[in-house]
């Protein structure tokens, strides 16, 4: 089986940081794509940015040039750094990874549990 345990969210003024981690552990050989999305609530659960194996990133609008999204592959860790967060940032982040279990086996999507993140004076 495989896990991805997320840490970091909390309750932060706006214009504040916050850094989350994602590491995922369990049955993996490879894990090509990891990603952070949030659901706010009465909405659906959106891409916040993604990152390839090799280092591609790609971002939401709401979020370019504020959220920097980086990975360590030796401890299949994926981190979210926030900076300069807004209230309309306020949602549950999840992580995401999709993970192939042995060689030339398929991939497979698995999510975290989700992380509070709240943007308030």
């Known amino acids: 089986q495989v896990q991805l345990v997320e840490s970091g969210g909390g309750l932060v003024q706006p214009g504040g940081s916050l850094r989350l981690s994602c590491a995922a552990s369990g049955s993996i050989f490879s894990i090509n794509v990891m990603g952070w999305y949030r659901q706010a609530p009465g909405k659906q659960r959106d891409l916040v940015a993604r990152?390839?194996?090799?280092?591609?990133?790609n971002y939401a609008d709401s979020v370019k040039g504020r959220f920097t999204i980086s990975r360590d592959n030796a401890k299949n860790t994926v981190y979210l750094q926030m900076n300069s967060l807004k209230p309309e940032d306020t949602a549950v982040y999840y992580c995401n990874a999709n993970v192939q279990k042995y060689y030339r086996g398929n991939y497979y999507s698995y999510w975290g549990q989700g992380t509070q993140v709240t943007v308030s004076s």
């Open positions: 990152i390839t194996s090799d280092g591609s990133t």
